[in-house]
């Protein structure tokens, strides 16, 4: 247990401007020297994006839908990340080789530019990201204690939280369009048709599958499926290091339902609700509920004095983008 003592909700270290776990900015430098090969290919992600989804998109479509071969290991070793000292990579691992990251662009090894390692980019919106990073954080006992949820809140959008700035790791890896081979996928688009966006990552790969194995594919990246797939839920890993009876990592609406209305504006962060599924409310609102991995979960948990806060503070910081984000499906 003494990697547990290790990491137990230490304060995050300074690398280059970017806040990080302890152990990980331990690995940015020595992970600089980290020679990428032609045929890699990396997912990146910001934290609570959509990451253990698409590993396990890629390792079937890497595995040609073998449910066994894509069942050898947890995600974590299947596709591992980058910038984490265990499991690590390793050269052994045969090509082609999947690899995962967190890091801000500023911090990726060059040699992934020098070979144009193909990239594909997943992002999510900043208020589900918010909501769920904050349930991480209670579970994941790596991460420094959350303190409240207004309080998380305020160092998400300061950036004060482990990898740094959403607004920056969003708007940098996208600016790599160009340079390298890059397929920028939004989690609100996999959690709208996973069919389309599969097709998408096949063209991006220059593969082609048989209708039945996307559908395969489809199938078993459902998120009731992974959810109970212990090579893909994180049980595999210790209570002490993620404790998934504070928060699943798969989280399945264990947050409290509120209240929006028609236009999907937050009109009240109820804390109960006592409407059935779908029943129509007084004044226009309508009750919602989460279901498991949800585009839209943020309106469970921001107040309304949030949600406005948050707005015009992410006006600012994403003026001139032109990345468009979903709060809701
Ligand atoms: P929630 O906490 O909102 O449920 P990451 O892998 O980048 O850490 O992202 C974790 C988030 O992706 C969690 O979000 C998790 O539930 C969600 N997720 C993982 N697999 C999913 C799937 N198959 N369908 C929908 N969401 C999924």
Not at 24 to 30: H, K, L, N, Q, W
Not at 100 to 111: D, I, V
Not at 141 to 166: A, C, I, R, Y
Request: aromatic share 12%; hydrophobic share 40%; charged share 25%.
């Amino acid at each position: 247990m003494e990697l547990v003592q290790d990491i137990y909700r230490q304060p995050l270290v300074n690398v280059k401007g970017v806040p990080l776990l302890k152990y990980i900015g331990e690995m940015v430098e020595p992970i600089q020297s980290f020679q990428a090969w032609p045929d890699d290919l990396l997912i990146s992600t910001y934290p609570k994006s959509g990451t253990t989804w698409v590993a396990e998109i890629m390792e079937m479509i890497y595995q040609d839908g073998n449910l066994e071969k894509c069942q050898r290991a947890p995600t974590y070793e299947r596709v591992p990340i980058l910038e984490l000292k265990w499991p690590g990579l390793s050269t052994e691992t045969p090509a082609p080789r999947l690899i995962r990251t967190h890091l801000q662009l500023a911090l990726l090894p060059q040699s992934f530019l020098d070979q144009k390692v193909k990239v594909i980019y997943v992002a999510r919106n900043a208020k589900d990201v918010a909501v769920s990073y904050y349930n991480f954080y209670k579970m994941a006992k790596g991460h420094p204690e959350p303190g409240t949820w207004d309080n998380f809140l305020e160092k998400f959008m300061d950036g004060q939280v482990s990898f740094g700035s959403w607004y920056q790791h969003v708007q940098k890896w996208g600016e790599l369009d160009g340079p390298i081979n890059l397929l920028y996928l939004f989690y609100e688009d996999l959690k709208e048709n996973r069919k389309r966006e599969i097709r998408k990552i096949l063209e991006f790969l220059g593969r082609s599958l048989s209708e039945e194995m996307v559908d395969h594919i489809v199938q078993h990246t459902s998120f009731k499926e992974m959810k109970k797939n212990p090579m893909a839920n994180y049980t595999t890993i210790p209570i002490e290091i993620m404790d998934q009876n504070i928060s699943p990592f798969m989280r399945k609406g264990v947050c409290w339902p509120g209240w929006v209305s028609g236009e999907g504006r937050v009109e009240a962060a109820a804390r109960a609700c006592p409407e059935p599924l779908g029943a129509t409310c007084v004044g226009g609102l309508r009750p919602i509920f989460p279901s498991p991995g949800i585009v839209g979960d943020w309106k469970s948990v921001f107040t309304v004095a949030q949600n406005e806060h948050f707005d015009a503070h992410y006006a600012k910081k994403m003026a001139g983008c032109k990345l468009k984000f979903r709060w809701q499906l």
